[in-house]
């Protein structure tokens, strides 16, 4: 079964960037939708953004303009890279996938944690 280990979180001022990366133990080819979720403390799990096949994205409004959801089938790694980040991004961050456009989502990683404070 494929494994997701996300990296890349951190410690990071208002305004700063982190770049998130999931790699997984196998190919990510077979997950047509793959996905980033957040939750904060005390609070629900969050879609942040989606891809679709290898173009096609979608974000929370939250985050619009400021993050950037990718994948490299190649290297088998989804990436979200966070510009602009704010406080309210501080979240455990977590990647996952699914085979179909919609439907329930398959396997998930142990998360990374993002802090954005000064």
């Known amino acids: 079964q494929v494994r997701f280990v996300e990296s890349g979180g951190g410690l990071v001022q208002p305004g700063g960037s982190l770049r998130l990366s999931c790699a997984a133990s196998g190919s990510i080819s077979r997950f047509y939708t793959m996905a980033w979720y957040r939750q904060a403390p005390g609070k629900s799990r969050e879609l942040v953004a989606t891809?679709?096949?290898?173009?096609?994205?979608n974000y929370v409004d939250s985050v619009k303009g400021r993050f950037t959801i990718s994948r490299d089938n190649a290297n088998n790694t989804l990436y979200l890279q966070m510009d602009d980040l704010k406080p309210e991004d501080t979240a455990v961050y977590y990647c996952?996938?699914?085979?179909?456009?919609?439907?329930?989502?398959?396997?998930w990683g142990q998360g990374t944690q993002v802090t954005v404070s000064s």
């Open positions: 891809i679709i096949g290898n173009t096609n994205t």
């Open positions: 996952t996938g699914r085979s179909a456009i919609v439907g329930p989502w398959g396997i």
